[in-house]
């Protein structure tokens, strides 16, 4: 065995000792406070705090039109996505293929078409997503503006929402996405346990 191996092993075993020892007497306990950090401030935990649900809730003020999501995605998008959405390199984002049915679950090889008209449930979490990841390269540095735009030009490129489209707090929430009922809740509680 290597010395290296072998001081590693001694001092795992020390420790795996002193761990035992501590619960067996049961004296160790938690310290109430670690003595180290510091309260975050309401700032803080407001730039971070930025999830956007199911029903709208967490949305910010603002809007965005189709032709003004056209120019953001044109200026910030298409290199990864393509001119129509759908050419890539990256995820495709536009297509309703198949339009009837929802075989994605009976054939991985449909999986690679899911896209935001064909698969996605919440017209909400294409908010939330591009807020928090997209573009790639600079996540977070869009504002709410620019992604509402962006999100009403990616829901009428889907054909889901019409051109004139104004996506902002209200009418986002109110977009019925074509695979909304394709979704059950998921009740299971992290475990074999049947769903209700
Ligand atoms: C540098 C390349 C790049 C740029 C620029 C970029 N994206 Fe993406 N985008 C990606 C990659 C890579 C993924 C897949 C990320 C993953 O699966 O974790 C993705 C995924 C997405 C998805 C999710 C697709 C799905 O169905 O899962 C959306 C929506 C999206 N991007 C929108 C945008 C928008 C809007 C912009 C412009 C503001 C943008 N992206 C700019 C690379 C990019």
Request: proline share 8%; net charge negative; aromatic share 10%.
């Amino acid at each position: 065995m290597s010395a290296c191996r072998k001081a590693f092993l001694v001092a795992w075993a020390a420790a795996a000792s002193a761990c035992r020892g501590g619960a067996e007497r049961g004296t160790e306990r938690a310290p109430e406070v670690f003595g180290f950090g510091r309260a975050a401030t309401a700032e803080e935990i407001r730039a971070w705090d930025t999830d956007v649900m199911p029903d709208g809730t967490g949305l910010p003020p603002g809007s965005g039109t189709v032709a003004e999501g056209a120019a953001v995605y044109a200026a910030k998008c298409v290199v990864c996505h393509g001119s129509t959405g759908q050419e890539g390199p990256f995820d495709r984002l536009v297509g309703r293929e198949p339009r009837e049915g929802f075989p994605f679950g009976r054939d991985p090889r449909l999986l690679s078409q899911r896209t935001i008209g064909s698969y996605w449930p919440y017209a909400t979490t294409l908010y939330d997503y591009i807020n928090r990841a997209m573009p790639f390269t600079a996540p977070g540095s869009l504002r709410p503006d620019e992604i509402y735009a962006l999100v009403a030009y990616l829901l009428y490129l889907n054909e889901i929402v019409p051109e004139s489209a104004v996506m902002d707090g209200q009418t986002l929430p109110a977009v019925a996405m074509p695979a909304r009922d394709r979704f059950v809740r998921d009740t299971r509680r992290g475990g074999a346990e049947l769903r209700e």
